[in-house]
């Protein structure tokens, strides 16, 4: 039933819940006990409130926005009989089977990495020539110091002389964090919301980027500081992509796994500890008749496990109305210390050395043991990671800290591991807990010929 209620006040209120129904293609709104559902063609879960007072009417609207998105582990994503990449992102059944009974051609805009484009823009090519795909490709500079509104508008030019539907022609992006995030953003503002597509050609972003909902560009000198939460329609997986990268950036994408294994999953965490060198030397490719069967399994294994950990914690809190979020491990600092030193260090990179320092945070109150501490550092090590830096200084951290606090509702909200595998959100870190770690941290790894990292 329709709720009605007057409150007495100073002023009397009367409130009334209105459902909203679609009758012959016009919304109208009724009363719950006034809804024949055989008369209507669809009920909203949508709610209008009407407040009445004696200054005025108010009407609430309360409407419930769900997105739903594919995350897709595929195998040969670039060859022609496989149509992943054009039709992988649609669910409905009915919806697919007329796609491929129609005569008209699929269109699609694609922004590339333009160095993804050197070693992958022929055979693409091939993959939509061979799809009789009606298609443009924008190869673009996607790197940190580009990562701007300005790129952000060089594709939405483009991509309005194109002409895209703007429900069933997706943008699809290719290449690492950057070139998906600037291209989530340029598709969130085209028409208000275009749909994209991920796919990922860095470990980092494997794991990372391609599997949430956040898009975004550098501002004012402040790393992703415009942006929207809007999911892809799909991210599609193939983890060849990665063979052709640089070994750095393996392991600017094994921080971020390390991440998830020391906040959540112990078990990733003594993967990445035996197995971390052969996963870095093979880059994560698993044909075991090349690799061995022990590396197939351990890249299967481990980035499944940070896949799996990533989606658990993103997943309920895809808008970050919750705060007290496992994933900030690692970046609290990070953000002004990648900006102040760029591009001389990588986002993972930076944010390992965030971590190395909030280990020592952990240890010195007491979360953490010694040999747990050592434990972790040396995994770092092994994945060629660096655990310290020069720039990341007492000064940086409190500002950093600072400006958390400034955005974060009054709170620092500090996760920090509670062992391995394990963790908790802390809010109360003294500034005397802060430096005693700063000060061991610099004296056991700034001597460390390893504690930059090997890149």
């Not at 799809?131 to 508008?153: C, G, H, R, W």
């Not at 940070?306 to 997943?315: G, K, N, S, V, W």
């Amino acid at each position: 039933m329709g709720k009605v209620h007057l409150q007495d006040t100073d002023t009397k209120e009367k409130t009334t819940e209105f459902n909203l129904v679609r009758v012959k293609g016009t919304w109208k709104r009724r009363l719950e006990n006034n809804v024949n559902l055989d008369t209507v063609d669809r009920v909203s879960a949508a709610k209008i409130y009407e407040s009445i007072t004696e200054k005025g009417t108010t009407w609430t609207v309360v409407s419930p926005i769900t997105f739903t998105y594919k995350v897709t582990e595929t195998q040969s994503l670039l060859d022609p009989s496989n149509d992943t990449l054009l039709l992988g992102h649609i669910s409905d059944p009915q919806q697919l089977d007329d796609l491929k009974k129609s005569n008209k051609p699929i269109k699609r805009f694609l922004v590339v990495d333009q160095e993804v484009y050197k070693i992958y823009g022929p055979k693409l090519h091939v993959y939509l020539e061979a799809n009789n795909v009606l298609f443009k490709i924008l190869a673009l500079p996607t790197t940190e110091e580009n990562k701007s509104m300005e790129m952000v508008l060089k594709i939405l030019e483009e991509v309005n002389s194109f002409s895209l539907d703007r429900r069933t022609e997706p943008i699809i992006a290719i290449g690492g964090g950057v070139c998906l995030d600037i291209v989530g953003l340029a598709a969130s503002l085209y028409r208000r919301r275009t749909p994209y597509i991920r796919v990922p050609t860095t470990l980092l972003s494997y794991i990372d980027a391609s599997v949430g909902a956040k898009t975004g560009v550098n501002f004012a000198n402040c790393k992703n500081k415009l942006g929207a939460y809007i999911p892809p329609s799909a991210a599609f997986l193939d983890l060849s992509f990665i063979q052709t990268v640089p070994q750095r950036h393996i392991s600017n994408g094994l921080a971020e796994m390390l991440k998830m294994a020391l906040m959540k999953h112990r078990g990733l965490f003594e993967l990445l500890e035996k197995h971390g060198r052969m996963l870095l030397a093979t880059k994560f490719q698993t044909d075991s008749s090349v690799y061995g069967h022990n590396c197939s399994q351990a890249a299967s294994q481990t980035t499944h496990i940070a896949i799996t950990t990533m989606l658990e914690e993103l997943a309920p809190n895809l808008w970050e109305d919750d705060l007290n979020r496992l994933v900030d491990f690692g970046h609290l600092i990070s953000p002004p210390l990648e900006m102040e030193v760029l591009p001389s260090l990588l986002h993972g990179e930076a944010v390992n050395i965030d971590m190395s320092y909030m280990v020592y945070v952990s240890k010195e109150r007491g979360l953490l043991t010694e040999e747990e501490k050592q434990r972790i550092i040396s995994c770092m090590v092994g994945l060629k990671l660096p655990v310290w830096h020069e720039a990341c200084t007492m000064e940086l951290i409190h500002r950093s800290l600072q400006d958390r606090l400034k955005h974060s509702g009054g709170l620092v909200r500090m996760p920090l591991p509670v062992g391995i595998g394990q963790a908790d959100i802390f809010n109360n870190t003294s500034c005397e807990v802060l430096h005693r770690a700063y000060q061991n941290w610099s004296d056991e790894l700034s001597v460390s010929p390893d504690s930059n990292g090997d890149p």
